[in-house]
């Protein structure tokens, strides 16, 4: 019997619109932490999964026939294999990256992880560690973030790092969660900083992005949120089934109680009063908002400005007239 049969209730469940990989949106990579994997259910969540990762140091303890045996059954249920970052780090500080590139090409790694947890890397640095990955035709994924909860970078930091990765040529960059507490978009509660999303999906359309979601609750917050084509990292394959039914409109036990909408604006009065008449009368100009909340000028742009800060506001051109700015509210739909 098999996972989501297309017999069975064929008519009630969402169809997935990436169906076929490699898929280039609704990703889910695992994480394989050398736990035992029996290959018969393995087999029935294949279709679901499209990259496992071989989790922080590991690869360092396995010999390189054991893990081409590993990567070998993973290739051939048609999942791709990758490093993280956390080794990809590690070489960079001794000096070892081109052998680190030659041998994961060697052993049948598929992508590469770089990230910056421990080392700050220039962009020109960046440049040479993907032409030379790239040279082997391996690929090569950005990580944006860090893992230490003491050290987290803020908006401006953040979006400054996705920008950068995207003018390497990365497709898509995977953000930081670590175990998804205290750290990227969680907060030290486990929960997701709906601030934080609204300010770089402001900036970079939402399936720029790989979301670390550890925990089941934050899986389901997201997918609620931005549907079936969000993609998702860090998932345990335990919960690749949870997963995949969201996907497809089933709700799972971590989805009751889990509220995944936006927080209230934070801040004045003014703010507060501001962001209402927006979100009730968008697309609208500053001088219409100033008219219609009799509030100083300097008053409606300073509340634009912390709106837009915190992720809950957009100004864009007006369609009718281009040397004119609307705000809207930021929408839970893809950009």
Same mark, same amino acid.
């Given at each position: 019997?098999?996972? *989501?049969?297309?017999?069975?209730?064929?008519?009630?469940?969402?169809?997935?619109?990436?169906?076929?990989?490699? %898929?280039?949106?609704?990703?889910?990579?695992?994480?394989? %932490?050398?736990?035992?994997?029996?290959?018969?259910?393995?087999?029935?969540?294949?279709?679901?999964?499209?990259?496992?990762?071989?989790?922080?140091?590991?690869?360092? *303890?396995? =010999?390189?026939?054991?893990?081409?045996?590993?990567?070998?059954?993973?290739?051939?249920?048609?999942?791709?294999?990758?490093?993280?970052?956390?080794?990809?780090?590690?070489?960079?500080?001794?000096?070892?990256?081109?052998? *680190?590139?030659?041998?994961?090409?060697?052993?049948?790694?598929?992508?590469?992880? &770089?990230?910056?947890?421990?080392?700050? &890397?220039?962009?020109?640095?960046?440049?040479?560690?993907?032409?030379?990955?790239?040279?082997?035709?391996?690929?090569?994924?950005?990580?944006?973030?860090?893992?230490?909860?003491?050290?987290?970078?803020?908006?401006?930091?953040?979006?400054?790092?996705?920008?950068?990765?995207?003018?390497?040529?990365?497709?898509?960059?995977?953000?930081?969660?670590?175990?998804?507490?205290?750290?990227? &978009?969680?907060?030290?509660?486990?929960?997701?900083?709906?601030?934080?999303?609204?300010?770089?999906?402001?900036?970079?359309?939402?399936?720029?992005? $790989?979301?670390?979601?550890?925990?089941?609750?934050?899986? =389901?917050?997201? $997918?609620?949120?931005?549907?079936?084509?969000?993609?998702?990292?860090?998932?345990?394959?335990?919960?690749?089934?949870?997963?995949?039914?969201? %996907?497809?409109?089933?709700?799972?036990?971590?989805?009751?109680?889990?509220?995944?909408? %936006?927080?209230?604006?934070?801040?004045?009065?003014?703010?507060?009063? $501001?962001?209402?008449?927006?979100?009730?009368?968008?697309?609208?100009?500053?001088?219409?908002? &100033?008219?219609?909340?009799?509030?100083?000028?300097?008053?409606?742009?300073?509340?634009?400005?912390?709106?837009?800060?915190?992720?809950?506001?957009?100004?864009?051109?007006?369609?009718?007239?281009?040397?004119?700015?609307?705000?809207?509210?930021?929408?839970?739909?893809?950009?």
């Amino acid at each position: 019997m098999h996972f *989501l049969c297309p017999n069975l209730l064929k008519d009630l469940a969402k169809n997935r619109l990436d169906s076929q990989k490699p %898929r280039k949106e609704g990703l889910t990579y695992i994480i394989d %932490r050398f736990q035992g994997l029996e290959k018969e259910n393995f087999e029935i969540l294949a279709p679901f999964i499209d990259i496992v990762k071989i989790h922080g140091a590991l690869p360092l *303890l396995a =010999s390189d026939t054991l893990l081409k045996q590993k990567i070998k059954f993973y290739h051939d249920l048609g999942v791709q294999v990758s490093t993280g970052s956390t080794i990809t780090e590690f070489a960079i500080l001794e000096h070892s990256l081109e052998r *680190l590139a030659k041998e994961a090409a060697a052993i049948g790694f598929d992508t590469i992880e &770089i990230g910056e947890n421990s080392v700050d &890397i220039s962009m020109e640095r960046k440049r040479k560690i993907m032409d030379l990955v790239t040279s082997l035709d391996i690929n090569v994924q950005c990580k944006v973030g860090r893992k230490d909860p003491r050290h987290q970078l803020n908006v401006e930091e953040t979006s400054y790092k996705i920008g950068d990765a995207l003018k390497l040529g990365s497709k898509k960059v995977v953000l930081e969660a670590n175990e998804g507490v205290s750290v990227g &978009i969680y907060d030290e509660k486990s929960l997701i900083k709906w601030n934080l999303i609204g300010a770089i999906t402001a900036k970079f359309p939402p399936s720029t992005f $790989i979301f670390e979601a550890p925990l089941e609750s934050q899986q =389901s917050a997201l $997918i609620a949120e931005f549907g079936q084509r969000v993609n998702l990292a860090e998932i345990h394959p335990g919960s690749v089934a949870s997963v995949e039914s969201q %996907r497809r409109g089933f709700l799972s036990k971590a989805a009751f109680g889990v509220s995944y909408l %936006r927080k209230d604006p934070e801040g004045g009065p003014a703010a507060k009063f $501001i962001y209402y008449i927006i979100k009730s009368k968008h697309p609208i100009e500053q001088s219409d908002l &100033i008219s219609l909340s009799h509030l100083p000028r300097r008053t409606v742009q300073g509340a634009i400005d912390e709106l837009k800060l915190q992720g809950l506001i957009i100004g864009r051109n007006s369609l009718d007239d281009a040397r004119k700015r609307v705000y809207i509210p930021i929408h839970s739909d893809w950009l």
